[in-house]
């Protein structure tokens, strides 16, 4: 059985301060959507293991996956496998497998900061990468990645198989009104198609706006039935224009 719903949390004071932009949730955003799973909730913590306890068993219990961002690394900081582990009430072991490729490639050269990025909550199975000798891990529904965004999205491809369903679809239309005057046109029209999101995005306010209308559906035929009602509420508006000038 594949998730349909997921929520993403990032986990970093780097991100809350300004220091880092983030990126991995927009990387989700884009691969669930590619893979027909909505996101539903993006959620940005401290590193405060009360904290991160607090939201992620608020999230687990909501929705049905939740990948977390940022805080397995050697640091201090880096705290939520110890978070996980206190979320699912389990200890948190070094795994032996992590531990072997360790002393295979530095030998007998394992710091304490080595071993901590080893540590996994019991019973999680690793998340491997090409691009990290360090595993995430995964445990119930939730995935525990890495915040460096290029570990992230290897790890993130090599659980693509747990989210993989029907693609969402997506259409947009240029606008050159301003929202105002096809807000109320919009509204009925989206109540009309349920099945379809329909959102409108401006680009370029004053006295030449420019905007785009976005249709997503996992049904094609009804995202192109709502798309034709919105172009023709939006060709009447325009004749209504120039009929008044």
Same mark, same amino acid.
């Given at each position: 059985m594949t998730h349909q719903t997921l929520a993403v949390l990032v986990i970093g004071n780097e991100v809350l301060s300004g220091r880092t932009r983030?990126?991995?949730?927009?990387?989700?955003?884009?691969?669930?959507?590619?893979?027909?799973?909505?996101?539903?909730?993006?959620v940005v913590v401290p590193d405060v293991q009360a904290e991160i306890v607090q939201s992620l068993n608020r999230l687990r219990h909501r929705h049905d996956a939740?990948?977390?961002? *940022?805080?397995? *690394?050697?640091?201090?900081?880096?705290?939520? %496998?110890?978070?996980?582990?206190?979320?699912?009430?389990?200890?948190?072991?070094?795994?032996?497998?992590?531990?072997?490729?360790?002393?295979?490639?530095?030998?007998?050269?394992?710091?304490?900061?080595?071993?901590?990025?080893?540590?996994?909550?019991?019973?999680?199975? !690793?998340?491997?990468?090409?691009?990290?000798?360090?595993?995430?891990?995964?445990? *119930?529904?939730?995935?525990?990645?890495?915040?460096? !965004?290029?570990?992230?999205?290897?790890?993130?491809?090599?659980? %693509?198989?747990?989210?993989?369903?029907?693609p969402f679809l997506r259409e947009e239309i240029e606008v050159l009104i301003p929202e105002s005057i096809f807000a109320r046109g919009l509204a009925e029209i989206q109540a009309q198609h349920q099945h379809v999101e329909i959102g409108s995005y401006p680009g370029r306010c004053g006295l030449s706006p420019t905007g785009k209308i976005c249709f997503s559906s996992k049904n094609l035929a009804q995202l192109k039935a709502a798309k034709l009602d919105v172009l023709a509420m939006l060709e009447k508006l325009k004749q209504d224009l120039c009929n008044d000038n």
């Open positions: 983030e990126a991995n949730a927009w990387l989700v955003a884009q691969k669930m959507f590619e893979h027909g799973c909505h996101l539903s909730e993006v939740v990948i977390t961002s *940022g805080g397995i *690394g050697p640091t201090h900081d880096d705290i939520t %496998m110890d978070a996980v582990a206190e979320a699912f009430d389990v200890p948190l072991l070094e795994h032996a497998e992590t531990m072997a490729k360790l002393h295979e490639h530095f030998g007998d050269d394992i710091n304490p900061g080595r071993r901590r990025m080893a540590r996994l909550p019991q019973d999680a199975i !690793p998340i491997l990468c090409a691009e990290s000798m360090m595993p995430g891990a995964h445990i *119930g529904n939730v995935y525990i990645l890495a915040g460096v !965004p290029y570990i992230f999205a290897s790890q993130l491809a090599s659980v %693509m198989d747990d989210f993989a369903g029907e």
